[in-house]
Nanobody, 126 residues
Framework: QVQLVESGGGLVQAGGSLRPSCAAS????????MGWFRQAPWKEREFVAG????????YYADSVKGRFTISRDNAKNTAYLQMNSLRPEDTAVYYC???????????????????WGQGTQVTVSS
């Protein structure tokens, strides 16, 4: 069983930066795929970024490409989401997810991940 805990969300002005973290426990996740999703009020949870176990493959939603960077530190059993040039429309609860398998056709869907964190709130003011 894997437990994921997000931290590092907060309130920031438009154009600012945040770097949420996702700490895993229960077992090492170095061989797991990991992803970040977000959910704004009254909207469905949507894919933000994904990273393969080796860290060599990273994938992004078009809406964040060029602004967000997903990374992982397997020695710390932790994943990160560096968010730059934040916009008010980035406001949402951000969730970390993990799965022992990389699904090439569903890494950007919620059903592509077995384990989920409780989320961290990111609010961007205009």
């Amino acid at each position: 069983q894997v437990q994921l805990v997000e931290s590092g969300g907060g309130l920031v002005q438009a154009g600012g930066s945040l770097r949420p973290s996702c700490a895993a426990s229960g077992r090492t996740v170095s061989d797991y795929s990991m992803g970040w999703f977000r959910q704004a009020p009254w909207k469905e949870r949507e894919f933000v970024a994904g990273i393969r176990s080796s860290g060599a493959g990273t994938y992004y939603a078009d809406s964040v490409k060029g602004r967000f960077t997903i990374s992982r530190d397997n020695a710390k059993n932790t994943a990160y989401l560096q968010m730059n040039s934040l916009r008010p429309e980035d406001t949402a609860v951000y969730y970390c997810a993990a799965d022992p398998i990389w699904y090439s056709t569903s890494y950007n869907y919620t059903w592509g991940y077995m384990y989920w964190g409780q989320g961290t709130q990111v609010t961007v003011s205009s």
